[in-house]
């Protein structure tokens, strides 16, 4: 079983910057993929970005130029840089990692961590 762990979230101003973290632990032979959603109150949860094992990356167009996603490879540790925060990013952020254990894929998420920017 893999177990999430995010942290970073919190209160900013519009303009500031945020920078999120999730780690990864339990019994995982290799990470693909690993990513984030948000979901805004009321509204469906979307990508944000994904990176894959290779550090190639995906982002959602509404992020592009603002975020960064980055991760750890030997810390199993995902992170998103955000900057130039906007109040229509307010949301609650969740990791999402693909993981393998003995051939088998599985999908994981985080609790989620809020993220509240004002204007």
């Known amino acids: 079983q893999v177990r999430l762990v995010e942290s970073g979230g919190g209160l900013v101003q519009a303009g500031g910057s945020l920078r999120l973290s999730c780690i990864a632990s339990?019994?995982?032979?290799?990470?693909?993929?690993m990513a984030w959603y948000r979901q805004a109150p009321g509204k469906q949860r979307e990508l944000v970005a994904l990176?894959?094992?290779?550090?190639?990356?995906t982002y959602a167009d509404f992020v592009k130029g603002r975020f960064t996603i980055s991760r750890d490879n030997a810390e199993n540790t995902v992170y998103l840089q955000m900057n130039s925060l906007k109040p229509e990013d307010t949301a609650v952020y969740y990791c999402?990692?693909?993981?393998?254990?003995?051939?088998?894929?599985?999908?994981?998420w985080g609790q989620g961590t809020q993220v509240t920017v004002s204007s």
């Open positions: 999402n990692v693909h993981s393998r254990l003995f051939a088998r894929e599985y999908v994981s």
């Open positions: 339990g019994t995982i032979d290799s990470i693909s993929v």
């Open positions: 990176i894959r094992s290779d550090h190639t990356t």
